[in-house]
């Protein structure tokens, strides 16, 4: 990680990082910095001969973009080539694209995994599995974990499988290690990591192969982890998630929370229970040391099947929605105010209390009765209290209708479309209909992956498949809905933008905008479609800073 704008990485000097570019190809010609450059950032930076696809009204390709004290303050020609205090970066003709934004994911939940975490979504096969597990072993104190947990599925490494005890042994021999598949399971240890759950507090059964089931036995072994954190541990995961974030491009963050689990630790929860009120505090740490490097907006999860909603009415009494900085930020009522997914007595009230408040709410459909039932239901709260300037969305929605998409329309709403069937989706459950949804008309339709559970976090998976339809495995799974790149590049940015209510700000390369920009490693337009997946950000900026270099 890198902060307060130190760009350096290791074995480069900061003098000549932009001068050399040597890992990723982009080469700048510096002036002398100015006397307000912080650690040697300057407060003007050109990026110059590349193929910025700015993701504005026109979608327009410009070839430079200068930003000055962290907002974009010139686009394409007007940009300067040199003078007094400039740093120029030479793209050298690579494609940059705006900073990718991520509008249904659970990014709080990876920044507070336990042990020394590594993300291993991005691994082809076994072997790279290895080759990130003993990476991340170096410095690791003796006897303290290194786990990768969630986000992957074993469809996504050419053996469809994850590394044996033997092979995690070879990996990582002297340390414990623990992978941990979606939320409860099924998980795989190694030796050491063996030796140590069967003899805990509360002993796990762990097969001779590593292997330890899916449910109580999974969430027992994730429980003995989580109870050795202390909040620097939590601290340091923060920082990670940051750094794994800006290294895939995605710059901002709505997170959704995800069953909440208040008080004390349980051998019975979860991957994905943690307390809602206590989860924040790693981040909201880091983010007062001055070391936050991506943004983070906040949804709020409440799962109370009362009709008195104590838990909401006291959330919207005492929080102020869409406060904070443009690092850090409350946001909405998400990823439901009550359970039930459009119907019940409970979920019901959570709408007209949440529309009574006047915040912005989102639910999630995972059926077309639950669609029709989400968007009925907000109509109904909107001839009460008046909902078309509060932004009420749903996510997910596997099932739609043109009728219903043209309803929530004309209530000031829209849809985030799920790419999560990525990993393990078949032509059954294939996610979003993209294409039905772009055609029908209806205004800033996002997409997300709704990682780090069930899916991965990288952006460039669901980019994939939504262009391709294709699955982990390669199986084409949604024929006749694939979006063109631009489509989806645009869902996944200036669309994402205007689901946290941040379009102005973000979400495209515009003069007055806040700098955030990715620079690839190849074209995205023009990669085979296979290559979608491996694309690679060698440079991403968040306000102006470079938060990641490769």
Known sequence: MHRDGDTTMPGIGRRNLLLTGAAAGVAGVVAAPTAASAHGQADRTALVNGRIHTM?????????????????????????????????IDLRGRTVVPGIIEGHVHIVSLANRPGYHVVIENARNVREIQEMLAKRRRGVPPGEFVTAMGGWHPNMFAERRVPTLAELDEAVPDRPVLLFQNFSGPARTNTLGKAFLETASIPV???????????AQSNAALYHLRVRQSFEDKKRSTRDAMAYSASVGLTASLDQVLFPAPGPLAPTQSLSNLDHYRMYDPWLAVHADGDAIVRLQTNFLHNQNDINLPELKERLRNVFPLFGDDLLMTGAIGEWGAPGDGSGAAWLEAQRV?????????NRALS????????????????EFGIKDLRWTVHHVPFVSPDLLARLGALGGSVQVGTFRYPSGTAGASGSPFRSILDSGIPHAGIHMDGVHIAPLNPFFGLYFAVTGRNAVGDLINDGEQVTRGEALRMFTINNAWHLSMEDKIGSIEK??????????????????EDIKHLRPVLTMVGG???HER
Not at 62 to 86: H, K, Y
Request: hydrophobic share 50%.
């Open 56 to 88: 504005d009204k026109r979608s327009s390709v410009v070839n430079a973009v200068l930003v000055e004290d962290g907002v974009f303050t010139a686009v394409g020609r007007d940009v300067p080539r040199g003078g007094p205090g400039l740093r120029v």
């Open 205 to 215: 059964v762990v097969a001779a192969d590593g292997t330890i089931a899916a449910g």
């Open 354 to 362: 949440i529309a009574q408040a006047r915040w912005r709410n989102t």
């Open 368 to 383: 077309l009765a639950q669609f029709q039932n989400i968007v009925a239901a907000y109509e109904a709260v909107d001839a």
């Open 512 to 529: 007055g905008k806040l700098a955030d920009l990715v620079v690839l490693d190849r074209d995205y337009f023009s990669v085979p479609a």
């Open 545 to 547: 800073k470079v938060v």
